[in-house]
């Protein structure tokens, strides 16, 4: 089946103010990739996620959402669009007083005319999706940080994104806990068909779950590679590129 363009990056400049922190990126998100955003620590790699979730207004250029122009549109396609977004912040940002139902709960009672038992019945379903299942009465504070992940992601599944957007979902995790939430990814992806775009410098999650990428350069400002990570490494040219890949251990 041919690959369906979900997200088109054209021509993007970005930065704050007279800086540019990247400039000329042209990359295409395909619906049902697993895309990576990489780089090394200063390339703008949250700055990129912020343009593209609505954020960050471009200093240059288009970002596409099915053939849409986000940032040309009306604000009321803006915002339809951005309903259509799911993001697990790196800290997670559930609301502490909350029990994990209350938080995964939040976005449906704002945004949709579910009774409080359709409600109720949403929360566990996902809950249950990322292995928390009776885990809905617990708070924040009594849980693991990478349940704390999974309840975050939970509540960033609540209505039914077509595109996912993880920040640095490894931060904190062990390397048990972290190819857990890399199984994960991959199973809501495989059953879901969401697209997924994630801000990451993990090397195992990178190549255990992406299949399209953009490395942004921090030293010439712009992307100096695209496309599946593997391949990358596989068959780059580029010396920093490939330093990145290998951690430098290359002989």
């Known amino acids: 089946m041919a690959a369906e363009p979900h997200i088109v990056v054209k021509d993007l400049d970005m930065g704050y103010g007279a800086f540019v922190v990247m400039r000329n990126l042209n990359f295409t998100v395909n619906r049902g990739d697993i895309f990576i955003i990489m780089g090394g620590s200063g390339c703008g790699k949250s700055t990129l996620m912020k343009v593209l979730i609505g954020l960050l207004v471009p200093l240059r250029g288009e970002v596409l959402y099915n053939g849409v122009s986000y940032w040309e549109t009306e604000p009321s396609e803006r915002e339809r669009i951005m309903t259509r ?4 912040y790196q800290s997670c ?3 502490s007083s909350m029990t994990l139902a209350e938080n995964v709960a939040l976005p449906l009672q704002q945004y949709t005319k579910l009774s409080p038992s359709q409600t109720q019945e949403l929360v566990s379903l996902k809950l249950a999706l990322v292995g928390l299942a009776g885990f809905e009465d617990y708070y924040p504070s009594e849980i693991s940080g990478g349940m704390k992940k999974r309840a975050g992601l939970a509540r960033a599944m609540a209505l039914d994104p077509d595109i996912l957007f993880f920040d640095e979902p490894s931060a ?3 390397p048990i806990s972290s190819r ?7 199973e809501l992806r495989d059953s879901l068909g969401t ?3 994630i801000v990451t410098h993990e090397l195992a999650s ?8 953009v490395y942004l350069d921090v030293n010439t400002r ?3 590679a695209n496309g599946d990570p593997k391949k990358l490494l596989a068959e780059s040219k580029d010396p920093i590129v490939r330093k990145f890949l290998t951690r430098g251990k290359e002989t």
């Open 85 to 88: 977004f799911g993001i697990l």
């Open 93 to 95: 940002a559930l609301w």
């Open 172 to 174: 904190g995790l062990d």
């Open 180 to 186: 857990l939430l890399d199984d994960l990814i991959l």
């Open 195 to 197: 697209t997924i775009v």
């Open 206 to 213: 990178i190549f255990a779950v992406g299949n399209n990428s």
């Open 222 to 224: 712009t992307m100096t």
